[in-house]
């Protein structure tokens, strides 16, 4: 799963790291490109010494570079990391985005509810903190997980914030 408890249990403060799923490593990423490439410039074998070819190469080159600008750029997009930290009086959530900047939340931990929507949300089990304070604002947390991930998280979350919010 691409979250993790980073803190033995029982011991305090508890943390949770989450970060979205990467089924594209470096190695992958790299044969991808190269076995596209390849496959694209075989009928252009067919094609050398014409000038027919020298037609068709730039499109199967451009072709080529917008599938690497694509894979590189969903790479950025998924530089997200959310670290949750629960201690018996504090509960502190932040996000680190793509481009670097980091949002933060912070609530008094006896007062945390975790919530799931199970419809109305951008994705569906859609999780949420809600605690007190000023803003009283309701974040959301792990909405880049599967919906099967989400579901395993909301009942993780809840009994680790019922659980701290007694000690």
Same mark, same amino acid.
């Given at each position: 799963?691409?979250?993790?408890?980073?803190?033995?249990?029982?011991?305090?403060?508890?943390?949770?790291?989450?970060?979205?799923? =990467?089924?594209?490593?470096?190695?992958?990423?790299?044969? /991808?490109? &190269?076995?596209?490439f390849l496959f694209a410039s075989l009928p252009l074998y067919g094609l050398l010494g014409t000038k027919l070819m020298w037609g068709l190469l730039p499109f199967m080159l451009a072709s080529t570079?917008?599938?690497?600008?694509?894979?590189?750029? =969903?790479?950025?997009?998924r530089q997200i990391l959310e670290v /949750?930290? &629960?201690s018996p009086e504090r509960t502190h959530l932040s996000r680190t985005n793509p481009k670097g900047d980091v949002q933060h939340w912070e609530s008094n931990t006896y007062w945390v509810k975790v919530t799931m929507h199970d419809k109305g949300g951008p994705v569906p089990y859609y999780v949420t903190l809600k605690g007190d304070g000023s803003d009283n604002r309701e974040v959301e947390i792990g909405?880049?997980?599967?919906?099967?991930e989400r579901k395993a998280l909301f009942n993780e979350l809840s009994d680790m914030v019922r659980d701290i919010s007694r000690s």
């Amino acid at each position: 799963m691409p979250y993790s408890w980073t803190t033995p249990p029982r011991q305090e403060p508890q943390e949770l790291h989450l970060w979205p799923h =990467n089924s594209l490593p470096a190695e992958g990423f790299a044969a /991808l490109i &190269l076995g596209f490439f390849l496959f694209a410039s075989l009928p252009l074998y067919g094609l050398l010494g014409t000038k027919l070819m020298w037609g068709l190469l730039p499109f199967m080159l451009a072709s080529t570079a917008g599938i690497y600008y694509a894979l590189r750029r =969903n790479g950025r997009d998924r530089q997200i990391l959310e670290v /949750l930290t &629960l201690s018996p009086e504090r509960t502190h959530l932040s996000r680190t985005n793509p481009k670097g900047d980091v949002q933060h939340w912070e609530s008094n931990t006896y007062w945390v509810k975790v919530t799931m929507h199970d419809k109305g949300g951008p994705v569906p089990y859609y999780v949420t903190l809600k605690g007190d304070g000023s803003d009283n604002r309701e974040v959301e947390i792990g909405a880049f997980l599967s919906e099967e991930e989400r579901k395993a998280l909301f009942n993780e979350l809840s009994d680790m914030v019922r659980d701290i919010s007694r000690s």
